[in-house]
Each structure stands twice: as C-alpha cells, then as structure tokens.
C-alpha cells in the first residue's frame, strides 16, 4: 500500500515540479531586479506610463543588497518584459531612516553597483536629508547621482505633485 501511495504521490507531483515558475532577470537588468512571467497575462498596454516613488527606509541584511532598491529595478524589469517601453516607466526611490546608509560611495557596500547601474537607467535616488544629518552622512558621501532632499515627507511631496503614486510595497 505504501509503494502505491508514494507512486501516486510522485506521479502527482511530478506535473507540479515540472510547471514551477522561473525566475527571470532582465531585460533591462540581467543581473538584478529577478521576476515571474504571470500565466494569462502575457503584456501589459504598451502605451502605459508609470511614475512611482519607492519608499525604503529599512537598511540591507549584511553583505546582501538592499531589497527595496531591488524592487525598483523588479517593476522596471517586469513591465518592460511585458512590453512596457522602459522610457515610459519613471522611478524615484525616496530613502530614509537606517537604509540611508545603503548609498553610501564605500567599496563594502552591497548596494552601491546596483545602484549605480539604476542610477544610470535614470532611477532616481532621493536621500532624507534629515535621516542623513541624524546620521551625520554629508551629500559627498554618497554614490555620486543621488539627490538629497530637505526630508523624505517633502520628497514624496514633491514627487505626488509631479504625479508620481507611492508604491506600497
């Protein structure tokens, strides 16, 4: 009975297994930015235009990249995989708090040619001037091409204004 069981079970799962998803990179980014094909959802309007403003306040686990600018570079990625003209698809990734220290220009730093190869995709990077202050972190500390704002609330402000949405994740 157990041989027919575990049979079963095998010839079951092995159409499960065979259909797992694959993680895909690019096209924009190869080497960061991974995502999913959506089954039933092959392209999205290819005349849509985005501007969305990534908040990211939570500093990079040791030695790993900082998951909120990934994400920036995953919506870039996905939308241009699904037809999405990547000219039309403006980011801003506004950062505050501990994630602050993610754009510092050191060598160690995890996040830095991630983010230098966002930055020169046009992303942009917009520091909280009051985190950066708090943390006594200078404009020339950081990666050349972020920008530094008054806070991050006047940030979000301004990008709303420009019509930017604010990406909830």
Same mark, same amino acid.
């Given at each position: 009975?157990?041989? &027919?069981?575990?049979?079963?079970?095998?010839?079951?799962?092995?159409?499960?297994a065979?259909?797992?998803?694959e993680v895909r990179y690019g096209p924009v980014?190869?080497?960061?930015?991974?995502?999913?094909?959506?089954?039933g959802i092959d392209r999205v309007p290819e005349d849509a235009?985005?501007?969305v403003a990534f908040d990211v306040a939570r500093a990079a686990e040791d030695g790993t990249r900082?998951?909120?600018f990934e994400s920036a570079a995953r919506f870039i990625n996905m939308h241009a995989a699904a037809g999405v003209d990547p000219e039309?698809?403006?980011?801003?990734? &506004? &950062?505050?708090?501990g994630a602050v220290k993610d754009l510092l220009a050191s060598e160690d730093n995890a996040s830095r040619d991630m983010v230098e190869r966002l930055l020169e995709e046009g992303v942009r990077f917009i520091v909280c001037g009051q985190s950066a202050a708090g943390s006594e972190i200078a404009q020339g500390d950081?990666?050349?091409?972020?920008?530094?704002?008054?806070?991050?609330?006047?940030?979000?402000?301004?990008?709303?204004?420009?019509?930017?949405?604010v990406n909830p994740f």
């Open positions: 009975m157990r041989s &027919v069981l575990a049979s079963l079970a095998m010839t079951l799962a092995a159409p499960l065979a259909q797992a998803p980014f190869e080497e960061f930015g991974p995502h999913y094909a959506v089954e235009e985005f501007a900082n998951r909120g039309n698809i403006r980011i801003a990734v &506004v &950062v505050h708090g950081l990666i050349p091409g972020v920008e530094m704002a008054l806070s991050a609330m006047t940030a979000h402000a301004l990008l709303q204004q420009r019509g930017y949405t």
